[in-house]
């Protein structure tokens, strides 16, 4: 998947994102958000922030950089925060893949949904480790492959559709840790039944 066609297919979701995927997403970034445990004061970074679902569960005791590559997107999340006085929260039109912030400048990083969209998800770890400081929590919520042969298989036969639509099926979560060197605290699915896992990671650096 290319930036610019990243780009051009969210703009095409942006204005009915929320009617669409907010009944599959909002659970599993709720449980993250209110389980990452933000302390007064804290910078927090929010990757690939969308139409800004995430926005109104962080606290605002600490201060929040919420960044998308589509600017279609940042316009719908922009309403939110003026509609909902989140002045606590930044928006900035960025490439995950390539952050525009010093080193070490965040306490914990969320990434939801981003990096089976992204063209290279080892690049956007590696760039959302630079940027969260020693120690700090990085937390992501996303979809990979099943580990259920039949179920992986159909996956994997679908993975030419679903890009076309905006996201890979076919990223295996072993490998995408392994290969992201990500030391993993805890990884589990809030259902039994469920695509999406909820990872939460220490940057060792």
Known sequence: METEA???IYAGYSNAYDAIFKRFFFPRIKHAIATMDIKDGERV??????????LPLFPKYCSVVGIDISSAMLKEAREKIKELHLNHIELMEMDAMNLEFPDNTFDKVFISHVVSVVPDPFKTISEVKRVCKKNGRIV????????????GSVVKMLNPIT??????????????????????????????????????????K
């Open 6 to 8: 990243i780009k051009k």
């Open 163 to 204: 890009k076309k639509i905006g996201w890979r099926t076919d990223l295996s979560l072993n490998d995408f840790i392994k290969k992201s060197n990500l030391h993993v605290e805890k990884k589990y699915k809030l259902k039994k039944i469920d695509l999406w896992h909820v990872i939460f990671a220490v940057n060792e």
């Open 140 to 151: 992501i919520v996303n979809h990979f492959k099943s580990n259920n042969k039949m179920v």
């Open 45 to 54: 970074l929010d990757v690939g922030v969308g139409t800004g679902l995430s």
